[in-house]
């Protein structure tokens, strides 16, 4: 208990003086709750890393499904990326009573006996983004399918360098399930179409742990060792923008394509450093994920294959089956930014 509450008090210390909120349950700034009994569900939303302008995204959407449906939100998470922090925000989550978690993985194997301790104490857990073993959740919320996503990024750097030369992949951790399977199917593409990829060569695979600095440094470092380097494709959006600002700064001739938000990348699609790149709305991702706690906790659904989600106005959803056996709600496809239409995303998210 004592670790627990250390770490929420660190982080909310740390966090409050960023003003950001932390591996505690932080909550939006609302009046202090009525003293009659709590009549509201308690959703809560633990995100890989609080200060990741993604995942505060998906926390608005979050947010503004739990506002809908008469249920509180609480964001959770670490500051640092690690599965460890997220541990700790799910065990406080558990000890608040909350009714259900939504978490996006920094590292599903760590996050099972956390998870498996939650379900046990009846609370309805899901996860989002980054998914969590089958076994540790009752549905996941898929953004869009990660065959998709691999392969359309390794055949958006392909016709960006006009099929042949150098490339690198920045990702984040080997941990992070999205993250693995993202590069996982960027390889299996090449390796399943030698004849489109032949002229390609993987010179490097960077881990910036989806936080900034080390991003930014491994591409700095990347530029400096692998000059040749073409394309960097960055599958993470704080990795995207940094690798995009490493090499602006380098004054490299390197492009970068990968996942990215439009507010961060706008001005680097215009200017053809990245000429473009791809995401979904993560603020549909949040909101669907709250639709998804509330229909769990009210019993509207158990997360099993033919079920139908109703999502507000983000439309009846289908429970299917995902590709480790487990259950999902595939939100849609990646869209495409480019020069054409980045800038009235940009002013979305
Ligand atoms: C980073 C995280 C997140 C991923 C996005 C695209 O913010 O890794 O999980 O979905 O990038």
Redo the contacts with the bound molecule.
């Keep these: 208990m004592k670790k627990r509450a250390a770490c929420a008090a660190l982080a909310c210390l740390m966090l409050a003086l960023l003003g950001l909120s932390g591996c505690a349950p932080a909550r939006p700034e609302v009046a202090p709750p009525s003293p009659s009994p709590r009549a509201e569900h308690r959703y809560s939303l633990v995100v890989?890393d609080v200060t990741?302008?993604?995942?505060q995204r998906m926390f608005s959407g979050f947010e503004e499904a739990c506002a809908a449906l008469g249920a509180q939100a609480v964001l959770s998470g670490p500051e640092d990326a690690s599965a460890e922090g997220q541990v700790s925000c799910v065990e406080a989550l558990i000890d608040e009573g909350v009714d259900a978690i939504a978490i996006?993985a920094n590292d599903r194997d760590v996050l099972s006996p956390a998870l498996q301790t939650a379900l046990a104490a009846g609370v309805k857990v899901i996860s989002l983004?980054?998914d969590v073993r089958p076994d540790d959740r009752l549905v996941h919320i898929q953004?869009a399918s990660p065959e998709v996503i691999g392969r359309v990024l390794m055949q958006a750097a392909r016709e960006i360098i006009g099929a042949e030369g150098a490339f690198a992949i920045l990702t984040?951790t080997s941990s992070?399930s999205?993250?693995a399977q993202w590069v996982s199917w960027m390889l299996r593409e090449i390796e399943e179409k030698p004849d489109l990829y032949g002229e390609m060569t993987l010179v490097d695979t960077l881990y910036g742990s989806?936080l900034y600095e080390p991003s930014y440094q491994l591409v700095e470092a990347l530029l400096q060792e692998h000059p040749e380097t073409k394309i960097v494709i960055a599958?993470?959006?704080?990795?995207l923008l940094a690798a995009a600002d490493a090499i602006r700064d380098a004054g490299a001739s390197t492009l970068v394509t990968g996942?990215?938000l439009p507010s961060d990348m706008g001005d680097y699609i215009r200017s053809g450093l990245c000429p473009w790149m791809y995401?979904w709305n993560?603020i549909d991702v949040g909101y669907v994920a709250a639709c998804a706690a509330d229909a769990l906790v009210r019993g509207e659904i158990r997360g099993e294959e033919g079920e139908t989600l109703s999502a507000g106005d983000r439309g009846i959803l289908k429970v299917t089956r995902a590709a480790d056996g487990g259950s999902e709600i595939v939100v849609g496809n990646p869209y495409m930014f480019d020069n054409s239409n980045v800038s009235v995303w940009e002013e979305l998210f």
């Design positions: 890989k990741n302008p993604y995942m996006a983004d980054s953004q984040t992070a999205n993250q989806d599958p993470t959006v704080v990795g996942l990215g995401l993560p």
